[in-house]
């Protein structure tokens, strides 16, 4: 006898189920990608995802199997959390940055923030907890964890949630879950518990009217506390006016949201007072923060004038303000592509720079009347660069806001029917941030790429940090050179010592699609533009270099192969993590914890 066909009731009631699972688990997914988000200028991206995925997991075990909670608590306290998530996340991982240590401090706060959320959510739609229901929640736990842990790299898709601040995914989700809690009791019938007896008359029969109306009642009272009270206690996004730190000798000029390094700030480390004394001796100069990694800076007030030549100039920012040089040298020895001779003769006219930052080599370059070319992926690096750093303002058609790996193959293709119009003499490639390179800005086919664009006697200058002994090194310099023709390292630190290779440093490689070696020409006055770190950077270009011999005589030619970077195979993302912690650490040592903690 065939069967009877299921009750439509049933059929309904499932499809609510599983529409239900759906949302939370999207739901989830957005809550981890606002989650990772926050963490950002606070840890970095590669801390922050370094044992994400395997914490994801542990929180949905523990949601799986976990004892019941009945659903009306559960709603509850996952709502709570998640308008606590703007304040929670931003000061616990405050406390436990203040521990040192780029590994377990985030681990540590994704244990107190992020467990709880997911695991209450993995509960809420997670069958019973009785014998017949387990190899279902078997079944259900690697659905739930690759489904958030997936997702939650898609939302970057949405231009709503893209642009939308991480504090407002929180209260808005939390309010959601909070209403969707006072409403529960409205509904055609009691909310069923999370176990797998229903419960009895007598329990279901306490939810009075009285107790219904004073859950609808607190919506309106919820709904404030998160637009207010609950508000994340970062700056305002940008700050109305300029900040002044309370306790410490710091203002904030600018800070902005960014889709791509979580916040954009520019900075100012005055000079202590009585009330305010500092962390060490470092003050009087303005930086530029792209998330967690400083991308540039400038020496202002006293400091400003030390680095000034006599009749030298300083540049003036946008509000007439003097700044001096640059916080970091590497900054200026890319500017050494200057001095590399063409073995035709003649000055080197123009140029492309990718990765903006401050602006110093662009200024520079612009400054030794070079036509220079943009190409910046972070409009917010940009205008900060324009407004406090005293960029000069370029041609609009020279200005390119995108990521340079669509840009230099559009490039390409375009000038392939026009011979040599429009090549470039030097292209400066400084696109490292938060402790780590973009993998595809450095694959070979980038780098032909790039290549095509050059001069056959241009200059590239590649910027990266790390240590040469390191996979990630070998990898950026072997690439590099399956590419082109020569190519000479130098380290941002003067006579850096032996073992040099073992140590985290700058380094800028210069390299030629030229048959002819590099070599530089001696500077002059006029390459240093009245400053005194110009002239110790470039004058002394000598004591910088480091012989790359070390860097292929360590590999076998055997695996050689290995190391060439591929769009099809990459693992620069995964060799580079050691460098992203250090780096991290390296950081924390340059600025005190409150600079890294203000934005």
Excluded at 296 to 320: F, N, Q, S, V
């Amino acid at each position: 006898m065939p069967a009877a066909p299921p009750a439509k009731s049933s059929v309904l009631a499932n499809v609510v189920a599983k529409t239900i699972s759906v949302t939370i688990l999207l739901g989830l997914s957005l809550v981890v990608f606002a989650y990772r988000r926050s963490l950002t200028p606070l840890y970095g991206p590669v801390p922050t995802d370094l044992h994400l995925n395997k914490i994801a997991w542990a929180a949905c075990i523990v949601g799986s199997f976990a004892p019941a909670i009945p659903i009306g608590s559960a709603t509850l306290i996952a709502g709570i959390l998640l308008c606590l998530m703007p304040n929670t996340a931003y000061w616990v991982a405050v406390y436990t940055g203040r521990m040192g240590d780029a590994t377990l401090g985030p681990v540590a706060t994704h244990m107190l923030v992020v467990v709880p959320v997911i695991a209450l959510g993995v509960a809420i739609q997670t069958p019973g907890q009785d014998d017949t229901a387990a190899p279902q929640q078997l079944i259900t736990l690697p659905i739930a964890q690759t489904t958030v842990m997936t997702l939650q790299d898609l939302w970057p898709a949405v231009p709503f949630v893209k642009e939308l601040p991480d504090t407002q995914i929180f209260l808005q989700t939390g309010a959601l879950v909070l209403v969707i809690w006072a409403v529960m009791p409205l509904l055609s019938s009691p909310a069923p518990a999370l176990q797998s007896t229903p419960p009895s008359p007598p329990q279901m029969a306490q939810e009075s009217s009285q107790t219904n109306f004073a859950r609808l009642i607190l919506i309106p009272i919820l709904l404030f506390l998160t637009s207010t009270i609950l508000q994340s206690p970062t700056l305002p996004q940008p700050p109305l006016e300029p900040y002044i730190h309370p306790t410490y000798p710091l203002r904030i000029l600018s800070s902005v949201r960014s889709p791509h390094s979580g916040v954009v700030v520019v900075g100012e480390a005055l000079p202590p007072s009585e009330d305010k004394p500092i962390q060490g001796d470092l003050h009087s100069l303005r930086y530029l923060r792209a998330g967690h990694s400083l991308v540039g800076g400038a020496w202002i007030g006293d400091m400003a004038e030390l680095g000034r030549e006599p009749g030298g100039e300083l540049a003036h920012d946008e509000a007439g303000e003097p700044l001096g040089n640059s916080i970091y040298d590497a900054f200026v020895l890319q500017e050494a592509a200057r001095l590399v001779e063409k073995p035709g003769g003649g000055e080197r006219k123009n140029a492309l720079v990718i990765g903006l930052g401050a602006g110093t080599a662009v200024s520079a370059l612009m400054r030794h009347n070079v036509s220079t070319t943009i190409v910046e992926i972070d409009g917010n690096i940009y205008d900060a660069a324009r407004q406090f750093f005293a960029l000069p303002e370029p041609n609009i058609e020279k200005v390119v806001i995108r990521d340079a790996r669509a840009w230099t193959r559009e490039r390409r293709r375009a000038l392939e029917q026009t011979a040599e119009a429009g090549l470039f003499d030097i292209v400066v490639h400084d696109v490292f941030s938060g402790g780590g390179l973009p993998p595809h800005l450095f694959t070979q086919q980038f780098w032909n790429d790039t290549k095509a664009l050059m001069q056959s006697d241009g200059v590239l200058a590649v910027n990266f940090a790390g240590r040469l002994n390191s996979d990630s090194s070998r990898a950026i310099i072997l690439t590099l050179e399956s590419v082109f023709k020569s190519c000479r390292a130098f380290c941002d630190v003067a006579d850096p010592g032996g073992n040099v290779q073992d140590v985290y440093h700058n380094w800028v490689l210069f390299c030629t699609p030229s048959t002819e070696p590099l070599k530089f020409r001696d500077s002059v006055d006029a390459d240093y533009l009245g400053s005194t770190q110009r002239r110790r950077v470039l004058a002394h270009l000598s004591e910088r270099e480091f012989d790359v011999d070390y860097v292929r005589n360590s590999i076998t030619d055997a695996r050689k192969e290995q190391y060439i970077l591929m769009d099809a195979k990459n693992p620069l993302d995964k060799w580079q993590q050691k460098e992203a912690l250090d780096h991290w650490g390296i950081m924390r040592q340059v600025l005190p914890d409150v600079f890294w903690e203000t934005y």
